[in-house]
């Protein structure tokens, strides 16, 4: 597979009145032409900063990508682009759904309106011109009155729609690459499934690369060929989307499994959850981030970091139970991610 998205050593920081706080910890990852790569993991664990650390979306100050990081898109380093390299970049060549699109929507204009803009920017075309593909696209993303609804404003809109306008929106340029933060949140199962099929088909048909940021699995194992578990800042586990659910290696992506709502349990079946919380990214811990919270924390957590094992040429794990002198601990997983 042709590599699209590099991005190596990337440390992002943000600087408050309690100190620097390590929000990205020096992580690196690639993103394959028309593939599907899922960032999962807790709330707070460096997702969505990663995301718009690749579009120079952070904010300085207080954010800041520290030297050193480096994200290649497509031969250019993104971090080394001008302003105006960067406006035809953002939309144009990468675009981003966010995660709530009645706060990324503009309330006092017209969907139609929002959509040409993009086109107009991107693609030199007339405001005439923009607003006729509008419509075009809102079609594509199968809004009906397609027409009439180009004509309205973001609050006429249900959530559902209003998160198909987001990804007309994206997809207006026929981007390389869609960013995808958690592009169901909100939405009843129903139509987190018709959102989902609606991108799949897009991807198939224009070959967009996506990175789908999210922290429900059923969503990953049914959309992803890749999955890297994020965790403190850190890409803990990485490997294709077989191999996370059925073959995980590292006690967190257990946990994040073992906590996912399973068919088969009894309707008075607690639902099991990680004790403990996240460290104090203020103060990363020296070890194991996950060290505090782990069943099978052992002395080299508390003490190293460990490195990264390569299983396969997909699959890699950062854990001291990969080293050879730690005991053997077999998944507490069943074949298929399940208890």
């Given at each position: 597979m042709e590599k699209l998205l590099e991005v190596?050593?990337?440390?992002?920081?943000?600087?408050?009145?309690?100190?620097?706080?390590?929000?990205?910890?020096?992580?690196?990852?690639h993103l394959d032409k028309a593939e599907t790569l899922a960032i999962v993991g807790e709330s707070g664990c460096g997702k969505t900063v990663t995301s718009k650390a690749i579009l120079r979306?952070?904010?300085?100050?207080?954010?800041?990508?520290?030297?050193?990081?480096?994200?290649?898109?497509?031969?250019?380093?993104?971090l080394k682009m001008s302003k105006r390299e960067l406006t035809d970049l953002r939309g144009g060549e990468i675009s981003m759904i966010f995660q709530d699109p009645m706060t990324s929507l503009n309330p006092t204009t017209k969907?139609?309106?929002?959509?040409?803009?993009?086109?107009?920017?991107h693609r030199g075309l007339s405001k005439n011109e923009a607003l006729k593909e509008a419509v075009k696209i809102l079609e594509l993303v199968r809004i009906p009155n397609a027409e009439k609804r180009a004509n309205q404003y973001p609050h006429q809109f249900s959530g559902g729609m209003r998160q198909r306008?987001?990804?007309?929106?994206?997809?207006?340029?026929?981007?390389?690459?869609?960013?995808?933060?958690?592009?169901?949140?909100?939405?009843?199962?129903?139509?987190?499934a018709q959102i989902m099929g609606l991108m799949k088909d897009l991807q198939n048909k224009f070959?967009?690369?996506?990175?789908?940021?999210?922290?429900?699995?059923?969503?990953?194992?049914?959309?992803?060929?890749?999955?890297q578990v994020m965790y403190s800042g850190l890409i803990v586990e990485s490997g294709t989307t077989e191999e996370i659910f059925f073959n995980s290696k590292h006690p967190y992506t257990w946990a994040l499994i073992k906590s996912a709502p399973q068919l088969n349990s009894k309707n008075k079946?607690?639902?099991?959850?990680?004790?403990?919380?996240p460290p104090d990214l203020l103060k990363p811990p020296v070890g194991c981030p996950f060290a505090a919270r782990c069943?099978?924390?052992?002395?080299?957590?508390?003490e190293e970091m460990p490195q990264s094992t390569q299983l396969s040429d997909t699959h890699a794990v950062s854990c001291w139970l990969m080293h050879p002198k730690a005991p053997k601990v077999e998944s507490p997983l069943r074949p298929g991610g399940v208890e």
């Amino acid at each position: 597979m042709e590599k699209l998205l590099e991005v190596n050593n990337l440390k992002v920081s943000y600087h408050t009145y309690a100190g620097e706080v390590q929000s990205v910890r020096g992580i690196s990852f690639h993103l394959d032409k028309a593939e599907t790569l899922a960032i999962v993991g807790e709330s707070g664990c460096g997702k969505t900063v990663t995301s718009k650390a690749i579009l120079r979306l952070i904010q300085t100050p207080p954010g800041e990508i520290k030297k050193g990081s480096e994200i290649n898109f497509d031969g250019k380093d993104i971090l080394k682009m001008s302003k105006r390299e960067l406006t035809d970049l953002r939309g144009g060549e990468i675009s981003m759904i966010f995660q709530d699109p009645m706060t990324s929507l503009n309330p006092t204009t017209k969907i139609g309106h929002q959509i040409a803009e993009s086109l107009i920017i991107h693609r030199g075309l007339s405001k005439n011109e923009a607003l006729k593909e509008a419509v075009k696209i809102l079609e594509l993303v199968r809004i009906p009155n397609a027409e009439k609804r180009a004509n309205q404003y973001p609050h006429q809109f249900s959530g559902g729609m209003r998160q198909r306008v987001s990804i007309a929106i994206a997809l207006a340029c026929n981007p390389k690459i869609l960013i995808a933060d958690e592009p169901t949140t909100a939405l009843d199962v129903t139509i987190q499934a018709q959102i989902m099929g609606l991108m799949k088909d897009l991807q198939n048909k224009f070959g967009t690369s996506i990175i789908m940021i999210t922290h429900d699995l059923g969503l990953v194992a049914t959309v992803a060929d890749r999955v890297q578990v994020m965790y403190s800042g850190l890409i803990v586990e990485s490997g294709t989307t077989e191999e996370i659910f059925f073959n995980s290696k590292h006690p967190y992506t257990w946990a994040l499994i073992k906590s996912a709502p399973q068919l088969n349990s009894k309707n008075k079946a607690s639902l099991y959850s990680i004790s403990g919380t996240p460290p104090d990214l203020l103060k990363p811990p020296v070890g194991c981030p996950f060290a505090a919270r782990c069943n099978y924390c052992m002395e080299a957590c508390l003490e190293e970091m460990p490195q990264s094992t390569q299983l396969s040429d997909t699959h890699a794990v950062s854990c001291w139970l990969m080293h050879p002198k730690a005991p053997k601990v077999e998944s507490p997983l069943r074949p298929g991610g399940v208890e």
